[in-house]
């Protein structure tokens, strides 16, 4: 089943002189439980590509289609909405909310759309990120690691179509990183979660089902 379809995705910044295409008629497919990661040198246009399927960015042309949705239909509300619910976020940086707990911070996508919390279910993803120790924390009591687990996690609690991660070992050392590329790995196969990774590291983008390369905003290999 095709969960994500993107199609001639084209972004322009500037004009005249100072005109650069930082995607140019982009177009693949993912189906739903694939894990796939998009490599690239920096300013191959990688990370545009991830902001505008995750609807942070609009697309100068060409379309987003998840789950059937074009999410470029929607104003600007409802892809708020639509982001919040459907696609999960998981960045670099963590950007966890520092005087909220670690249980705070993972539910808080529920309790900002007035939804409410499975016990269940939270207490099962606690203990697969490994943090049943560490709930009531705050992020500045944990290791870059626990931080950003519990920004997979936060990704997690919604069931998001997809979740979208940006270089999310990029700010970690090499143990840390097999442990969120793991981590990635397991929620992938455990939940049939569908998931695309921004890495510009070969062997860890080695760990997908598929490897979509890309290089001065075209792709060159494996749409």
Not at 83 to 106: A, D, K
Not at 168 to 173: E, I, V, W
Request: some cysteine; hydrophobic content about 40%; proline content about 3%.
């Amino acid at each position: 089943m095709e969960i994500l379809k993107v199609e001639n995705l084209t972004k322009i910044y500037g004009s005249g002189d100072t005109k650069v295409i930082a995607l140019d008629k982009v177009s693949f497919t993912v189906q739903k439980g694939e894990f796939v990661a998009i490599i690239g040198a920096s300013g191959s246009g990688k990370s545009t590509l991830l902001h505008l399927i995750g609807g942070v960015d609009r697309p100068t042309s060409g379309k987003v289609f998840i789950d059937g949705k074009d999410i470029y239909n929607f104003d600007d509300d409802k892809l708020a909405i639509f982001r919040r619910r459907q696609v999960g976020l998981i960045y670099q940086f963590y950007n966890l909310i520092p005087i909220l707990n670690i249980e705070e911070n993972i539910t808080l996508p529920l309790n900002l759309d007035n939804r409410s919390v499975d016990k269940e279910k939270l207490n099962a993803l606690i203990k697969l990120l490994g943090l049943e120790k560490r709930r009531t924390h705050l992020p500045n009591e944990l290791s870059g690691g626990e931080q950003q687990r519990t920004s997979i996690g936060r990704a997690l609690i919604t069931n998001p179509s997809i979740i979208l991660a940006d270089e999310p070992t990029g700010n970690l050392d090499s143990k840390a990183s097999d442990e969120i590329v793991e981590l990635l790995r397991k929620s992938n196969k455990d939940y049939n979660q569908t998931i695309i990774m921004i890495t510009h590291n070969r062997e860890i983008a080695a760990c997908a089902d598929r490897i979509i390369e890309i290089e001065d905003g075209h792709i060159i290999k494996g749409a």
